[in-house]
């Protein structure tokens, strides 16, 4: 798992200079840190744990043929809702 950011980071760098598209699937059950993806690659689709038919079901997505859309049951906060709280009891969504 560490080296998953590097790993990111040296597909983008080898791209740069070409009309390559980088989407970054995600396969996670929970909260990570996406920042970097967020400010460079050029889609990001969040699989959570897809299941027995979630290679498939990906492979549809990233192809056209099933439309993209859908709402999560939550919300994700920006990393600097976690990052800028004095405590984690602070849970105020306002300044």
Known sequence: PGHQLELLQTVYNSTRNSNT???LVLINGGAIDISWAKDNVNAIVE???PGEM???AVV???SGNTP???KLPYTIYNVS???DR???MDMSLRD
């Open 81 to 83: 809702l976690m990052t």
């Open 68 to 70: 993209i859309a859908g």
């Open 54 to 56: 979630g290679g498939p």
């Open 21 to 23: 598209k980088v989407v």
């Open 86 to 88: 004095p405590t984690i």
């Open 47 to 49: 699989a959570f744990y």
């Open 60 to 62: 549809n997505v990233l």
